[in-house]
């Protein structure tokens, strides 16, 4: 792992738990600290620990002057994205729509400082036969519904640049399969389960304990195999058993886990948790946690993109995630190079980087963005501009080291 990684992750450490910010005996780059902060979603809650490290080693008063500042924009946006939130949420009252809040203010109030965890949108749930009510209670207040972003089960509407929300008629999306089959069966929105609470000053209706941790696993998954996850998310995780681990039945937690084919993927994520970021080891019920486990598939994570705290292209991290999509609708036949090879120079309109958003939009006119893609690597190429240059093949070991780290996660098994 890259030196200022593994600082990150100490300095994120002392964050957490209030520790005395961390010592390290080499020169710290802190500008690629701060970038593999901000693409990890963490840099708004480093300021105050930053600012208490003196010597040579003290970041510049200019870095601690754009983190305060950063810090303190997030800080008042997210007190006025939750007071509109509020808002909303008495408006549903009002009309009978039952909604029901997951992560966002749930999550951001296990942090030391709640306002600064980093979010850019707000997930509510409603049924199915109130989802159009939802969306018609959305746009008489204002919001503006964002088409290019959202999905059939999940449409997305935005406030005035403030809130972003996404209103869940289904906790999972538009994804299918028999693991998909399972999580339904386990029937986390049973209002058996339910809890009011309040969460950042809003009151809410949310998840069950023991639920919200299963559908946190099943997020975190999607952006593992899918575009990577930040190192946030990762950290929502490790807060939410730390605060509720009494809460939480780990026999019948690791059942279900085994159930879905999540067990070896859970191992991993709470061996790095542990190792890395103060997660308690009271959530195994076995001798299976390790730090050799946690610090090779960390390192392999970084390297591949999977873990989103480096300057890797956007175009990197899709074709990457390719290989997976590949391998899930092959049924059951083995994935080659060559198709791997093929994905990544033809991928489909909606694995384009934001760079070609008219074939995003407009899946006819996604020839042309392949033509448009090669005409950029040829042109990178004669200006060698290696920080710009897009390499196919590059994406093809890249899609294959990708395969099989999460072979090793246990995320590769056939739906």
């Not at 939410?240 to 059942?255: A, L, M, P, Q, R």
């Not at 970084?302 to 300057?311: E, N, R």
Request: aromatic share 12%; glycine share 4%.
């Amino acid at each position: 792992m890259e030196e200022h990684i593994e600082y990150l992750f100490q300095l994120l450490n002392s964050v957490l738990y209030d520790k005395p910010v961390p010592k390290w005996n080499k020169k710290i780059d802190w500008k690629k600290v701060c970038t593999a902060a901000h693409f990890g979603e963490v840099l708004s809650i480093l300021y105050n620990k930053m600012n208490q490290i003196e010597g040579d080693n003290a970041p510049s008063e200019e870095m601690l002057n754009f983190i305060k500042n950063y810090s303190l924009r997030m800080g008042t946006k997210k007190i006025q994205s939750y007071k509109k939130y509020s808002e909303v949420l008495e408006e549903a009252k009002n009309r009978g729509i039952k909604v029901i809040t997951f992560k966002g203010p749930l999550l951001a109030m296990l942090y030391p400082e709640p306002f600064l965890r980093c979010s850019c949108d707000m997930d509510l749930y409603v049924e199915p036969k109130d989802l159009s009510r939802m969306e018609q209670l959305l746009k008489d207040m204002g919001f503006k519904k964002n088409e290019e972003h959202s999905k059939v089960c999940v449409p997305v509407y935005i406030y005035e640049n403030l809130l972003l929300i996404e209103a869940h008629s289904c906790l999972w999306e538009d994804y299918k399969g028999k693991t998909i089959d399972k999580l339904e069966a386990m029937q986390l929105l049973s209002p058996d389960t339910l809890l009011h609470v309040n969460a950042c000053g809003v009151a809410v209706l949310t998840l069950g304990y023991e639920e919200h941790l299963i559908f946190l696993i099943f997020h975190l998954i999607k952006h593992v195999a899918y575009n990577g996850c930040s190192i946030k998310t990762i950290i929502d995780i490790v807060l939410y058993v730390n605060t509720y681990i009494d809460k939480i039945s780990k026999n019948h937690f690791w059942e279900k886990m085994q159930h879905l084919g999540y067990d070896t993927f859970c191992r991993t994520l709470f061996s790095i948790g542990c190792c890395y970021l103060g997660m308690t080891k009271d959530i195994f019920i076995d001798d299976s946690y390790s730090e050799a486990v946690a610090e090779t598939t960390l390192k392999k994570m970084y390297d591949t993109y999977i873990l989103k705290a480096s300057l890797g292209d956007e175009e990197e991290r899709i074709a990457a995630s390719i290989a997976y999509q590949s391998y899930h609708k092959c049924e059951g036949k083995k994935v080659g190079k060559l198709h791997m090879f093929m994905k990544a120079l033809f991928p489909s309109s909606k694995d384009l980087s934001f760079r070609y958003m008219y074939a995003r939009k407009h899946a006819s006119l996604v020839w042309i963005a392949w033509i448009h893609r090669a005409f950029n690597q040829i042109s990178y190429r004669m200006r060698k501009d290696k920080q710009e240059q897009v390499n196919m093949l590059g994406n093809v070991k890249l899609a294959n080291q990708k395969l099989t780290l999460l072979g090793e996660m246990g995320l590769m098994e056939k739906e």
